[in-house]
C-alpha cells in the first residue's frame, strides 16, 4: 500500500485527492537524517505520478514540524565527502515537486526544518511555531535555502538579523513577515492545511500545475520575463479540455466536472 516500507515519515489520506506526510522521529524532534530524507524523496516521487492525487499536507508532531538537520549524522562530516558527494543537493527535491504542497507546521522548525517548510507552496502555522535559522549556533551557515528563500520571503534587513544572530522567531512575526500564509487556533494547523490542500485537490490538476509554476517563477524571472510566461502559460491553457469545461459550466451555471485533460 501506500505507506510502503517507510520508517521515519507516515502516509495518510485525509480527504479525497490528499496525501497527508507526517515526519515521524519523534524521539529526535523530527530532526532530517539522510534515511527521513530519502523516505521523503521517495513519496514525492510516488505521488507525482499518482493521477489520483492532487495535493499535499507536510507536517511533522505538536512540538516539531523539524528541529533540523540531524546534527549528530552530520558532525563529524568531512569537507572533501560533503563537496564531492554534494551533501544536501538531494534534499531540496521537494522544490522540484510539480503538485501543491502545503506545510502545516507546529512547534519547531528550525534550521533545514525552516528551509523545508519554505520548500512548499504554503505555510500554515500553529500558534506554537516557532522559526529560526539556528545554523550559525553550529559553527556554518543555512544549506538548504535559508539565505536565498528566506531573504525572498521577509527581505534583507530581517533575514540578515535572523541568519547572523540564529534567534529564533514566532509564528506571529512569520505571519506578520509574510512567510506564512496565516496563523490558525491552536491544534487545528493540519486541519485547515487539509481543508486547503482539499480545495485545491477538487480543481483542475492543469490550471493547477500552470498556477504554480507561474506563481514560483515569480522567484526566478524578471517581471517582463514573468509576464511573459504567465501570458503563455495562460494561452496554453485554452489547448486543455478543463478550459472549455470550466468556463461552458459558468456560462450553463452547473458545477464543472473536470477531466484533468
Ligand atoms: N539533530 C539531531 N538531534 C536533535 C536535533 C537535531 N537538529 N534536534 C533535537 N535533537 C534531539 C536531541 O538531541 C534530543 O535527543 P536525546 O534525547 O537523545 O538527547 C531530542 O532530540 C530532544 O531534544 P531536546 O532534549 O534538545 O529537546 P528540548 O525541548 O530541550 O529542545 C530544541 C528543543 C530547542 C529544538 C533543541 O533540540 C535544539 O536546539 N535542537 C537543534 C536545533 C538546531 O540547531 N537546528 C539546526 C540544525 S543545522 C541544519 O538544519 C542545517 C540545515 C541543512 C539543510 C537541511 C535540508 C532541508
Redesign the pocket.
Known sequence: GQQGDYTSILLSSPAPGVTQITLNRP???N???STL?HELNAALRNLSSDESIGAVVLTGSD??F?????????KDKQFAEVYKGDF?AH??ELSSFRKPIIAAVSG?A???????AM?CDIILASPTA?F????I??G?I?????TQRLTHAIGKSRAMELVLT?RNFSAQDASDWGLVSRVVSEGSVVDEAVKVAGKIAGKGKLAVQAAKEGVNSAYELSLAQGLHLERRLFHQLFATNDQKIGMTAFAEKKKAEWTHS
Do not use: H
Open positions: 524521539k529526535a524532534l530532526a532530517l537524517n530524507f512540538k516539531a523539524a528541529a533540523g538537520a540531524d546534527i549528530k549524522e552530520m544536501l534534499w531540496t519547531y528550525l534550521g533545514g526544518g525552516c528551509e523545508l520548500m516557532v529560526g535559522q539556528p545554523e549556533n553550529l556554518v543555512p544549506g538548504a535555502g535559508g540564529g
